[in-house]
């Protein structure tokens, strides 16, 4: 019995485990592509930026408001890709009665724990009061013992008192009860 539940255990382990790798590889390759994204603008950023150089130097008579709008634009361009590609991760937790995948294996697992814990609380239990009767048993057999102990004590000194007619008497009456 243990050993199926090991087996159900490492098998939900298998399970939980393969589902854990397959989020991180998602995690991974949208992390490898943001990183990707980020270069290609950073290349984007230094290609407008060589050619702004290349007209600076070529030609005197731009003006700098404009080329700084265009790299204000740029830049909230790469922002706002960078924001796009970046995507929360949201875990779930859910308690499913009806399980939306590996049915068997669910019902095996929970219901075999299920009865295995009901089985396990009725055999406690039955221990449990079996357990009290003995002892309440024992404790009433002490009792008794003691008090037979009184009494056949209290018989033997006063058969040890007697004399032999007398002692005849009792060893008739002792007989008579133990019959």
């Known amino acids: 019995m243990q050993k199926k539940g090991v087996i159900m255990e490492e098998e939900s382990l298998i399970i939980v485990l393969e589902e854990l790798t397959q989020e991180q590889k998602k995690q991974a390759n949208a992390a490898n592509e943001i990183v990707v994204a980020v270069k290609d603008l950073k ?18 008579r731009l003006d700098s408001g404009i080329i700084q709008r265009i790299l204000k634009k740029e830049l909230l361009d790469l922002k706002l890709s960078i924001i796009k ?13 009806f399980p939306e995948r590996d ?21 406690l239990n039955y221990s449990y009061t079996l357990l009290t009767k003995w002892t309440d048993d024992k404790k009433e057999i002490i009792t008794k013992q003691l008090e037979v102990d009184q009494y056949r004590k209290a018989w033997t000194i006063y058969y040890g008192k007697q004399n ?6 009792l060893d008739s009456i002792y007989y008579n009860i133990t019959r």
């Open 43 to 60: 290349l984007q950023v230094d290609q407008l930026q060589e050619k702004l150089r290349d007209t600076q130097s070529s030609n005197d």
């Open 85 to 97: 590609q970046r995507h929360n991760v949201i875990h779930k937790f859910q308690v499913l009665l």
């Open 103 to 123: 049915h068997k294996l669910f019902y095996k697992v929970v219901f075999g724990r299920w009865f295995l814990g009901i089985i396990v609380m009725i055999f």
């Open 164 to 169: 032999k007619s007398r002692k005849r008497q």
